[in-house]
């Protein structure tokens, strides 16, 4: 979400939405969005029942839930990124809904037909946003994950003061 937050106004002029789908319920994402390290720009709908995910096979387990985020954020991030990343689950373990299932990327057309699907094999298992934004008709917009991910550690380094 953060990583696309300074591009909500160019996919807006550009007539794209962007939409969040999340198998929590609507109380639960309400709480988490009052966090003040949550950074939101698009639509959020809750799907408690995960219908969605089950609609595009999205994957489920726990081994990508719990370890691979781990192994991930600490060889990309470093081990301070993957302690914020478990802290962050500890925190809001309560708001997650349904914790095993894994997110994804689908860009459907007006119809209702896919253009682009991307599963995440983990929660940090992210597209790649130059490929995304170009079925959209952007070229050469940089999405900054890095960028992103730093600025949030920051944010909830602030959180804690």
């Given amino acids: 979400m953060q990583a696309l937050s300074p591009l909500a106004d160019k996919l807006k002029d550009h007539h794209t939405r962007l939409v969040f789908v999340g198998s929590s319920t609507v109380d639960q994402m309400a709480e988490f969005m009052r966090s003040p390290t949550v950074l939101m720009s698009g639509e959020l709908y809750s799907d408690p029942t995960t219908s969605l995910y089950k609609t595009f096979h999205m994957k489920r387990g726990r081994f990508r839930s719990l370890v691979m985020p781990i192994w991930n954020s600490v060889s990309r991030y470093g081990w301070s990124g993957a302690v914020e990343g478990v802290k962050l689950g500890l925190e809001t373990s309560h708001l997650a809904g349904d914790s095993?299932?894994?997110?994804?990327?689908?860009?459907?057309?007006?119809?209702?037909?896919?253009?682009?699907?991307?599963?995440?094999?983990?929660?940090?298992?992210?597209?790649?946003?130059?490929?995304?934004?170009?079925v959209v008709g952007f070229t050469e917009v940089p999405v900054d994950y890095d960028g992103a991910v730093s600025e949030w550690m920051h944010a909830r380094q602030n959180a804690r003061k």
Avoid: S
Avoid at 107 to 133: K, R
């Fill in 100 to 134: 095993w299932i894994q997110g994804g990327t689908i860009l459907l057309d007006q119809d209702g037909y896919i253009l682009y699907q991307h599963q995440e094999e983990h929660p940090a298992d992210w597209p790649d946003m130059t490929e995304v934004l170009r």
